[in-house]
């Protein structure tokens, strides 16, 4: 039977929980704060939490955020919030913080033993479900071993290589002067006397600075206020005269768009946030007051993660009083509609877990001869999908994590079956750099690629996409040696033809993959820029990689000026 633990202070509720929770057949355990929950977490691995959110020494909320950031190990653990504060904006941050329930007090226990049912439930589908892909990943190599060892024995990428050698939640803002509230009631009572009575909303958020907190320490408050500065002067740049802006108390930026559509107020909110990202990693030390060792106990690449989305917001049955009755409104519907976005993408999610499938490219060589690896995508159906995921704005990071991951697990279904077939090819997945960037993220990563056997990495080629253009060299040289252990071949993306982030000969990475933006851009110079530019990346000891020519009369052009492998046409 699972075990339960009660982490609450008050003694008399405590052990009436546990009594009940008993008589269901259920193991406890209990804790008077989240100190010695955490403890008792660690080191007894009970199947589902309940906690309180108010409490001595480290209250609820800093527990699930020490455990979901800190313990990846734990990440699927069932956490359910017991609290007294029963308001929806208490419910809304504990859900917010990464409680899968939240139940209020009085205790209404018939309903408490059917939520802890319905979540261990989840996890026991969730377990089955994880243990069949095993299965059917590791299948081939159970019933044939020798398959593996004679792949190993014979496959080769000839000289193109030498062998391969053997985490966030918005915190609260340093105070500063906010927009009048007045503005805000004008948007509402404009949205209202409107024929669709809606209102076209987004919110900015500087989710990594939570990350970089606890390294800081007395800085952080200094460090905090110049990043939310450069971050509203950034914002500000991109809004129109009407559009109204305003940072709430937890330093989300929350903006109504006077004159955009849904859609067209999307693409900006992530304008901004790349723009946003970009400006904060790109901001030396001594601009937000930090010296280089307080750089190095909280990376700058924390320090610029950064969320932004937006939504239509019905206002049909909204009633305000006041400027500040405006935005709270606003920002309450906001939140809701994030959370809202962020279910269908999970549940988009999972069904595409369910029903992805890849599709294989073939590569040719300068000779037009076969080149030894296939490239590795999502088909078509998928990418829709995926599309639409990352449509919802929320969470993109994690999502993205979730995605490379599935990409690894289903890749390694293919290679199982054409390794079992006698093939011996090798294929490219990607991951991106947003998930090596991030330690609970990559945590997860490697768990899984460590799961895999040699042979099967033997027969990768990983390339690492989208590395932002301020990443620092020797940071770039330290997300590869995270992955390095896990492929055949290291191959870097490169966004633009600048390559001033990255070095393939110090990294060790011998193929440059030549993102489609940057190869539209080279394909408008000349001839003898693009060979220059090919006898760069030569000169790095790499090889060029062209995945997706944007037309079939520039491959030739591609060929003549040094390309060395080409990717067929997407289907």
Known sequence: MATILCIDDESDLRNDVIEELQDSGYETLEAVNGKDGLEIILRDQPDLVLCDVTMPVMNGHELIRELRQNHPAFANLPFIFLSALADRDAQLKGRAEGGDDYMTKPVDYELLLATVGARLRQVERMEVHKEEQ???????????????????????IGNMTDAAEIPPQAVEAPETKNDCGETFSEAVAEAMQSESKSLIAGRVQLVGLNEVKKSLGDSWQGMAEKAYEIAEKTIRRHLDPRDILRKDKNGDFV????????????????????????????????????????????????????DAESHELDLKDAKV??????????????????????????????????????????????????????????????????????????????????????????????????????????TTIGVHCSTLLNRRYLERYRQLCESLPDALRHALVIVVRDIPEDLHAPRTHEVINQIRPFARVLALEVRSLSMHQIDPETTRAPIVVLETAGIKQLLTQDAQEMRQFFSAIHGKRAKVLIENPPKVEAVEDLWRAGADFIASERK
């Open 255 to 306: 903006v109504c768009f006077a004159d955009l559509s849904e859609q067209e107020a999307a693409c900006k909110a992530q304008l901004i946030k790349h723009e946003v990202g970009e400006k904060l990693l790109g901001t030396q030390a001594g601009e937000l007051g930090l010296d280089s060792a307080q750089i190095e106990a909280a990376t700058m690449q924390s320090i610029s993660q950064v």
């Open 134 to 156: 095993m299965v059917r990943l590791y299948k081939a190599v159970a019933v044939e071993p020798s398959k593996w060892e004679e792949f190993s024995a014979r496959e080769s």
């Open 321 to 426: 009083n006041s400027g500040n009755d405006a935005f709270d409104l606003i920002n309450a519907k906001l939140q809701a509609a994030a959370q809202r976005a962020g279910e269908l993408a999970k549940d988009l999610l999972k069904e595409l877990i369910d029903t992805a499938t890849l599709e294989l490219r073939a590569v040719k060589m300068k000779n037009r001869s076969p080149a030894p690896f296939q490239l590795s995508e999502f088909d078509k159906n998928s990418r829709a999908k995926i599309q639409k995921i990352l449509s919802f704005g929320n969470d993109p990071v994690s999502i993205q994590c979730e995605l490379d991951m599935l990409h690894l697990s289903k890749a390694s279904e293919a290679l199982v079956e054409a390794m079992a077939s006698g093939e011996t090819g090798m």
